[in-house]
């Protein structure tokens, strides 16, 4: 199949599968002609990059995962190392996330919203202790 066709099998967009083929991830064959012949295997590991990324695994780990996903030998726990990785760093994202939220719920509170120039919420960005 054509780069139109596993792109539409996929959801990829055409220019993401050329820049996976450059990065080494995938290896179209080539046609006489010079142009991207798809094999159902690409197709398979063009699905799972697409899950995978979706899923917010870095380029390298995708690497990784779609290494171990083609190699016979593979432990599972090659694997969950992996996504156990991915997923400690998804909940520090999140911890980070849900302290930045309180903080600015915090000074969205304390603002009163008024006609006056006193304002916590640039008093809190600029580090400058709240007025009495």
Avoid: W
């Amino acid at each position: 199949m054509n780069i139109r066709e596993v792109a539409a099998a996929t959801g990829l967009p055409d220019k993401t599968i050329r820049y996976y083929e450059s990065i080494g991830l995938i290896t179209p064959a080539r046609s006489e002609n010079g142009y991207r012949v798809f094999s159902e295997n690409d197709q398979h590991k063009l699905t799972f990059l697409g899950r995978a990324r979706a899923l917010g695994f870095s380029i390298e780990d995708c690497r990784a995962l779609l290494a171990l996903y083609e190699d016979d030998h593979r432990t599972s726990a090659e694997v969950r190392a992996i996504a156990q990785n991915h997923l400690d760093e998804i909940d520090t994202k999140l911890a980070d996330l849900h302290a930045m939220r309180d903080t600015l719920s915090h000074l969205v509170r304390t603002c009163a919203g008024d006609d006056k120039p006193d304002c916590p919420i640039l008093d809190g960005l600029s580090g400058k202790p709240p007025a009495p």
